[in-house]
């Protein structure tokens, strides 16, 4: 019997030691310990005991079931220990690691540009102001000099709403709705939104945003309008730059031009940026039609006004080298965070 009792815990001591996982360790202990377990079928078999051995071999089966009991403990704490250390292992922080950055935004291309826009005109004593993106027929087209069956209108492909509801296609419209107002002097810029019906590629897009500027004074000249735009360009460009107008057509201004800016990547000399010319084309400008300012009941022989107009995308894609104008849209974080 004792050699028995003595097997038994040798098995189970072994079965302990070679055990490598906790759930192992509860096996064993229903083996050797549970209600059928090897230890217990002894206790049961007692009857075959003489009667007299019968303390002896109870006190040996205690002491065995002692011993187990507590290698399965020692076990148990043993993988228990090793699991918090391989936590605590895992779970180490470094603090000599140099901190990961927070991740923080950017300010779009066109934002940068545009609030760099409004920074220069309002600095010469203009006001910001908005227009209505949804316009009527009249305040895009029929009010700027362009009525039903002007070419002009062919050339905006225009989204329309019904027949005298549309997209703008133009922040020029926005010149009207100030000078409606009746107020002159007039000192404002209004940048924003304007839709036409394009393919988007490269240089196109079906929605995009202008700025559009206008003046109304008395004795206003092309020469306020050749100094404001000369001073704007040095602003956004830089100091060396030089401002070139070219005779143009806007059917709401007259006499119409477009300024071009010395090339600021090669001073003018011509290359790649410049498509060898030298001269970049930024903006349409002009002296506001004297047609404009009466039907929206100014008075032309007393006001005189000069207005332009300048592409948003433009100027962004200009100032910062950007050769694709579909990266301003796609609002792609790799992208967007160089600026
Ligand atoms: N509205 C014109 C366009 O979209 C740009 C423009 C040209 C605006 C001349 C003006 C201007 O105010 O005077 O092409």
Redesign the pocket.
């Known amino acids: 019997m004792k050699e028995k009792l003595q097997k038994i815990m040798d098995d189970a001591l072994e079965q302990i030691n070679g055990s490598k996982e906790l759930d192992k360790l509860n096996e064993i202990r229903v083996s050797f310990l549970g209600k059928k377990g090897e230890l217990t079928s002894i206790l049961k078999s007692m009857k075959e005991v003489a009667p007299e051995d019968r303390p002896k071999v109870g006190q040996l089966v205690n002491e065995a079931r002692a011993v187990i009991e507590e290698k399965l403990e020692e076990k148990k704490q043993a993988f228990a220990k090793a699991i918090r250390e391989e936590k605590m292992k895992a779970e180490t922080i470094d603090v000599t690691l140099p901190a990961k950055k927070p991740m923080v935004g950017h300010r779009h291309p066109n934002t940068i540009a545009l609030e760099e826009i409004e920074r220069i005109f309002v600095g010469m004593g203009y006001e910001v102001v908005e227009g209505p993106e949804v316009e009527y027929d009249y305040y895009n087209f029929e009010a700027?000099n362009i009525p039903a069956n002007h070419p002009a209108k062919d050339e905006?492909d225009t989204f329309y709403i019904n027949s005298d509801i549309l997209l703008r296609?133009?922040?020029?419209s926005t010149?009207i709705h100030e000078m409606e107002k009746g107020k002159v002097p007039i000192r404002m810029i209004a940048p924003g939104r304007?839709y036409r019906s394009d393919e988007v590629d490269a240089t196109h897009s079906p929605s995009f945003h202008?700025v559009?500027?206008?003046v109304i004074d008395k004795n206003v000249t092309f020469a306020d309008l050749k100094g404001t735009l000369a001073e704007f360009a040095k602003e956004i460009f830089g100091p060396e730059t030089k401002v070139k107008f070219r005779p143009?057509h806007?059917p709401?201004?007259e006499p119409?031009?477009?300024m071009d800016v010395s090339c600021f990547k090669c001073g003018g000399k011509g290359c790649r940026f410049c498509k060898g010319s030298g001269w970049i084309e930024i903006?349409?400008?002009?002296m506001?039609h004297p047609h404009v300012l009466e039907m929206s009941k100014i008075d032309p022989e007393e006001y005189v006004g000069?207005?332009?107009?300048?592409?948003l995308e433009r100027i962004a894609l200009l100032k910062y080298e950007i050769d694709d104008m579909r990266l301003l849209y796609e609002n792609d974080t790799r992208f967007l965070k160089q600026f």
């Open positions: 700027l905006q296609t133009q922040t020029s010149q304007v202008q559009e500027g206008l143009h806007f709401f201004t119409s031009a477009e903006l349409g400008c002009g506001v000069f207005a332009f107009g300048v592409g």
